[in-house]
Nanobody, 119 residues
Framework: QVYLEESGGGLVQPGGSLTLSCAAS????????IDWYRQAPGRQRELVAK???????HYADSVKGRFTISRDNTKNTARLQMTSLNPEDTAVYLC?????????????WGQGTQVTVSS
């Protein structure tokens, strides 16, 4: 069984910063891609950032230059550093880890953490 625990959400003023964390625990062979998604009310879930096992990163255009995704393979954790936040960034943020296996990779999702940007 695998567990993903997210932390770091909260209320922040426009222009502020937050850092989200996601930690994996349990039994697994290895971690491949790590993604951060977000979902705002009435909107589709959006891929915000991705980091591969080779540390290649990808960002949605809406967050480029403001968000930074990172990972620590020794601790099985990932972070999403968010700066210059604006109200349009308000959403539930979810991490997704892709785990390797003998057969095919499989995904686990975090429980989600609320980020609210408001004055």
């Amino acid at each position: 069984q695998v567990y993903l625990e997210e932390s770091g959400g909260g209320l922040v003023q426009p222009g502020g910063s937050l850092t989200l964390s996601c930690a994996a625990s349990g039994h697994f062979a290895g971690i491949l891609d790590i993604d951060w998604y977000r979902q705002a009310p009435g909107r589709q879930r959006e891929l915000v950032a991705k980091i591969t096992a080779d540390l290649i990163t990808h960002y949605a255009d809406s967050v480029k230059g403001r968000f930074t995704i990172s990972r620590d393979n020794t601790k099985n954790t990932a972070r999403l550093q968010m700066t210059s936040l604006n109200p349009e960034d308000t959403a539930v943020y979810l991490c997704k880890f892709q785990f390797s296996s003998r057969f095919r990779p499989y995904d686990y999702w975090g429980q989600g953490t609320q980020v609210t940007v408001s004055s």
